[in-house]
């Protein structure tokens, strides 16, 4: 399966499916995503306690399903339940909804789909990767996968090379080489090198970009986004996923938005940019529409593609003349 043609125009990546719809990363969310016009469906990779596969956006589990009440005891000692700590039946037995506040006093994104509404699980990689070819041979069209490797140094404390399991099964549907319609990304440097040197990772590869702060791995963030540093993740990646408020600040005078020059840099070094996140319900500040922030981010800085939570939106903007 080769990569995905629609090269006219920046890629709409489905940012947990269509997550601005539907209760994240579930089945029904990637295929509403499919239905909108992705051109690809981003999956984060967790690995359960035998093993499997799942697509959840966190290691634990308490923000988007009802695993409290299901399986009160069953928490760590920091109060935590960790998908790594249920094996496949369990997950599978657990009902999601839309993403709580750390609190878990109120949902994120309060007008999105019904809290505790409906009947949604957690799904494997397997199904999802079932399902996009599926609907990719009924519907002649070629979506691809962007799977995101959750967590490497923590999932490798408990036991488990979740980049080799990722790689094997990626394998096992036939996506090996550099143009199949993947690409894989991760916040870990060190994890994302190791899976192209040392595991010979031939798929697209992208260096996410975290803020130091916010403790996504021991990558040292702030670095990598020098001149010095984007050389350096060219040696390893083709891309670069940074977070949208490192690509520009507001301008004193009138607040209007200004490149940072990160995007600039970045395709110097001969790496294509992705960042996250467009939503219609969050914009980003300095923007007064979600229309404005993606012509803004395509025409002005040139990015190459887009995560967004509702990408019927995006498809409609980028397909503008």
């Known amino acids: 399966m080769k990569t995905n043609p629609a090269a006219k125009r920046p890629l709409v990546i489905a940012h947990r499916g269509a997550s601005g719809y539907l209760p994240e990363h579930t089945l029904p969310a990637k295929a509403l995503a499919y239905g909108m016009g992705a051109d690809y469906l981003e999956q984060d990779i967790v690995a359960s306690r035998d093993d499997e596969l799942i697509v959840l956006h966190d290691i634990h589990l308490e923000s988007v399903s009802d695993v409290r009440e ?7 000692d920091d109060g935590r339940w960790y998908a790594r700590d249920f094996d496949l039946a369990e997950l599978k037995s657990l009902r999601v909804f839309e993403r709580m506040n ?13 809290y505790r509404s409906g009947y949604f699980q957690l799904s494997t990689l397997r199904e999802e990767i079932e399902l996009t070819q599926g609907m990719n041979r009924s519907s002649r069209r070629n979506v691809g996968l962007y799977p995101e490797i959750k967590s490497p140094a923590w999932h490798h404390e408990e036991g488990v090379d979740l980049a080799r399991l990722l790689l094997d099964m990626l394998g096992d549907y036939g996506y090996s080489e550099h143009d199949d319609a993947v690409f894989v990304q991760c916040f870990d440097a060190r994890e994302l090198r190791r899976v192209r040197e040392e595991l010979g990772c031939k798929l697209q590869l992208v260096q996410l970009l975290a803020e130091n702060s916010w403790g996504e791995s021991d990558t040292d ?3 990598l986004k020098t001149a010095a540093g984007l050389a ?5 990646a083709d891309g670069l996923g940074p977070w949208i408020g490192q690509l520009y600040t507001l301008a004193e005078i ?4 200004v490149s940072t020059g990160l995007v600039r840099m970045a395709h110097q070094e001969g790496l294509t940019v992705h960042p996250f996140t467009f939503r219609a319900d969050a914009l980003g500040a300095g923007f ?13 800085i040139r990015i190459d593609g887009l995560f ?3 990408p ?9 003349k």
Do not use: I, Q
Not at 70 to 75: E, S, T
Not at 104 to 113: D, K, L, Y
Not at 291 to 298: I, L, N, R, S
């Open 221 to 223: 963030y702030d670095h």
């Open 288 to 300: 007064e529409s979600y229309a404005d922030m993606v012509h803004w981010f395509v025409e002005t």
């Open 70 to 76: 299901r399986f009160p005891h069953r928490a760590r």
């Open 102 to 114: 750390d609190a878990g006093s109120a949902t994120v994104f309060p007008n999105r789909f019904p």
């Open 254 to 257: 009138d607040g209007h938005p």
């Open 312 to 320: 019927d939106l995006a498809v409609a903007e980028l397909s503008k």
């Open 232 to 236: 350096e993740v060219a040696e390893y």
């Open 308 to 310: 967004t939570d509702f």
